[in-house]
């Protein structure tokens, strides 16, 4: 078995958490001393948010954004997804091997480049980079 030249270096792990309902989880986190940071609509509710404290960040997703944003993510039992930000999406791709890959490479709309993949326990995995800050 060879190793490979560059492995893929993670910078953040956040936990995405698939639910029929963001409204109702939100109290919780409010307690918990985190704030709404992030809020996208889908429909008439909240199809995605992300609740902070500090550093630590939690992601909630409803099925049915899911279901619209990446229907072949919505296949499947699972309940957790994981998004890691990591420094080389180049490097993750040379290493995906056979995982089943639920979206190829491409730009989301808060500017990331993105692949996304089923790791062998059926859970979702979305590895994503942010382009470098340029100096001013």
């Known amino acids: 078995m060879s190793t490979?030249?560059?492995?893929?270096?993670?910078?953040?792990?956040?936990?995405v958490l698939i639910v029929d309902e963001i409204e109702a989880c939100e109290p919780f986190w409010l307690r918990?001393?985190?704030?709404?940071t992030v809020e996208v609509p889908h429909e008439d509710?909240?199809?995605?948010?992300?609740?902070s404290n500090g550093p630590v960040e939690v992601m909630y997703q409803t099925r049915?954004?899911?279901?619209?944003?990446?229907?072949?993510?919505?296949?499947g039992d699972y309940r957790t997804a994981l998004?890691?930000?990591v420094e080389s999406i180049d490097?993750?791709?040379?290493?995906?091997?056979d995982a089943p890959v639920i979206f190829e490479r491409r730009r989301s709309f808060y500017g990331a480049d993105e692949t996304c993949v089923r790791e062998?326990?059926?859970?979702i995995v979305t590895f994503s980079q942010f382009a470098e800050p340029t100096a001013a």
């Open 64 to 75: 049915a954004s899911v279901a619209g944003d990446i229907p072949a993510a919505a296949e």
């Open 4 to 15: 490979p030249n560059h492995v893929p270096v993670a910078k953040k792990l956040a936990p």
């Open 83 to 85: 998004y890691i930000e």
């Open 91 to 97: 490097a993750v791709i040379a290493n995906i091997g």
């Open 45 to 51: 509710k909240l199809g995605f948010v992300i609740f």
């Open 120 to 123: 062998p326990g059926g859970s």
């Open 32 to 36: 918990m001393g985190f704030q709404r």
